[in-house]
């Protein structure tokens, strides 16, 4: 009798009713954010099983004409790493780059200061510097400090594809194992407590 939610005062309900409200939104805006983190990953607009495949395993793709498979840099810089770069025209000058194939002669290339080294510099150094100590520079690292991007560093991060054969390439995963566990952990003691909860009320 104790859940039965008729019989609960009018104030237990309404909380119950916007905790329910709130869960349900967060679960929506949980699909928002896959499909605008994701919705790349294979290199087609929309979101696919493709995308998570390439997104969490890495995905194998026979090669057409007309496949183009975005780096890995590529489509975090369209995705979750978009808010970070406030400038357009230097989010252009990275994509540009990272679209033509990321090479190390179009790092410097540019007008004036016009270049994709400084872009980087300006956008994304902060965080990727290994001197900066964050989470992200172990996993991704741009360079030494916040005013130099090693080439050899990114080289992993702007390849567009690894070769199987003439006809197959190899999307290699966008998360990292430490990512995952972190992402993991955290839903795995968060969902079951809103089971619990939610399973407690319709039961």
């Given at each position: 009798m104790m859940f039965r939610p008729s019989s609960w005062p009018a104030g237990v309900r309404v909380m119950l009713t916007?905790?329910?409200?709130?869960i349900g939104g967060g679960y929506l805006f949980a699909i928002a954010n896959i499909y605008h983190q994701h919705q790349m990953a294979d290199g087609e607009a929309g979101l696919t099983l493709n995308d998570l495949r390439a997104a969490y395993a890495g995905l194998t793709i026979r090669r057409t004409s007309e496949t183009t498979i975005p780096s890995r840099m590529l489509t975090m810089l369209r995705t979750s790493m978009r808010e970070y770069v406030d400038d357009d025209a230097e989010f252009n000058t990275l994509e540009s780059?990272?679209?033509?194939g990321g090479t190390e002669a179009g790092l410097t290339a540019g007008q004036m200061r016009d270049t994709p080294e400084r872009a980087m510099i300006l956008?994304?150094?902060r965080?990727?510097?290994?001197?900066?100590?964050?989470?992200?520079?172990?996993?991704?690292?741009?360079g030494p400090d916040e005013f130099t991007v090693e080439y050899a560093e990114i080289k992993p991060l702007v390849a567009t594809e690894t070769s199987v054969d003439s006809d197959i390439v190899k999307v290699p995963p966008q998360l990292t194992?430490?990512?995952?566990?972190l992402v993991t952990h955290a839903h795995m003691l968060a969902i079951p407590v809103f089971t619990l909860i939610v399973g407690g009320l319709f039961a």
């Open positions: 916007a905790f329910l409200v709130m780059w990272l679209k033509d956008n994304c150094m965080c990727h510097a290994t001197s900066s100590g964050t989470e992200i520079s172990k996993t991704a690292p741009f194992i430490p990512r995952l566990v």
